[in-house]
């Protein structure tokens, strides 16, 4: 189970490639791609966790392959770009995502961008937020790909600003970050559970994909957004 499949694996595998070097648990990026960390943790079995917090000098579009070896697994990805150009500002989001879900990740270049994403299992998950089930049922199902997302809400950011502190090693280190991924899942889902009277549409996971291929596309330019013959086009 691998937090980076939600789309920064081809970023951890070009930053080693490029002379990027290892500090214990941190990857540090080497001065070709730009300045920052990646972190990758383990809390307790069935969560792991990357906090990812970096400037790149020149803007990266990440793929992630759809992944079904691990139905069991939820991706849940929390993204913030600060200071914000037009478009990233739109892109701050909390995400969750099945495995089995292909997308596309947009990283800016010169702006601050921090990440934290987790990959939990939906056993570990019941346990933790027993009532998730109910608010959210279509998380917990293996038949078909799952994709919620929302932007970031005020108690999330306040959440993401204590992970984002820069901490020497401590034992207590799990336990620390296990209360703030329980904090943020909290948070994440009083948000969306405000949409639980929403009936969930089930999609083919090629048009979620094209789904998330025209957001970008709009986001890309919101001061010149494609016309809609142009989107079909280019999403088929």
Avoid: C
């Avoid at 759809?66 to 939820?74: G, H, R, S």
């Avoid at 937020?129 to 929302?150: I, Y």
């Amino acid at each position: 189970m691998d937090p980076t499949a939600s789309g920064l694996r081809r970023l951890f595998d070009l930053v080693q490639d490029s002379g990027g070097h290892w500090s214990g648990d941190t990857l540090h990026l080497p001065t070709s791609i730009g300045t920052g960390f990646m972190r990758l943790l383990s809390p307790e079995p069935g969560l792991k966790l990357a906090i990812h917090s970096f400037i790149l000098t020149e803007a990266l579009t990440l793929d992630r392959e759809a992944d079904y070896t691990q139905p069991e697994t939820l991706l849940v990805a929390f993204h913030a770009f600060d200071p914000a150009p037009q478009a990233a500002l739109h892109l701050s989001t909390a995400r969750i995502t099945s495995s089995t879900l292909g997308l596309t990740t947009q990283l800016p270049a010169q702006t601050a961008i921090f990440i934290v994403a987790l990959a939990i299992d939906k056993t570990l998950l019941s346990n933790w937020l027993p009532d998730a089930e109910k608010l959210l049922p279509a998380l917990f199902t293996n038949q078909h790909p799952v994709v919620l997302d929302t932007l970031l809400t005020p108690e999330i950011q306040a959440v993401l600003r204590q992970v984002a502190v820069s901490r020497p090693a401590h034992p207590l280190d799990n336990f620390f970050y296990k209360i703030k991924m329980q904090e943020l899942l909290y948070w994440l889902f009083w948000e969306l559970a405000l949409r639980a009277m929403t009936p969930v549409r089930l999609l083919h996971p090629a048009d979620a994909e094209k789904i998330y291929q025209v957001r970008t596309a709009l986001l890309a330019n919101l001061s010149d957004p494609p016309n809609l013959p142009s989107l079909a086009e280019v999403v088929g």
